[in-house]
């Protein structure tokens, strides 16, 4: 007959042994912060979204409602098997006119661990020009 200590010696080494496998096929965390500034002139009304390519449906990260010219900050956070491919869409009107803005986030944006010192990526898009051209920089939190 195996005695507590054997049993709790087995029950310690499985338990070691499932947490390493576990993490060993558990999904990616990966984070993203992103600061929007959109420019324009008057009656700007728009929604400004951070989202999650996948294969079939989109991840919605984070959403908000702007009506005035003030640069937001969205951050996301996904646990994902697969690739991990942020974009930020803004749909709305400015001046009267729709947009309808798609803009890809660089990869050396994304990053694994949520620590202080982590790049934020700042875009700012005008949403007054036709083009609808997004421009891009960097920043360090």
Known sequence: MLSF???FTAFLLLTTASSDLLEKFAPNRYYVTVEINAICERDLSTTISLHDEDQFFDDDLAIVHVTDGKPVTLDGFEKEYGTFQPYIRLIGTCNGKPHML??????????????????????????DKANNVATDSKTYS
């Open 5 to 7: 200590t054997s049993y």
């Open 102 to 127: 798609r803009h890809l986030i660089p990869k050396e944006f994304i990053y694994n661990a949520k620590v202080m010192g982590h790049p934020i990526y700042e875009v700012e898009v005008d949403l």
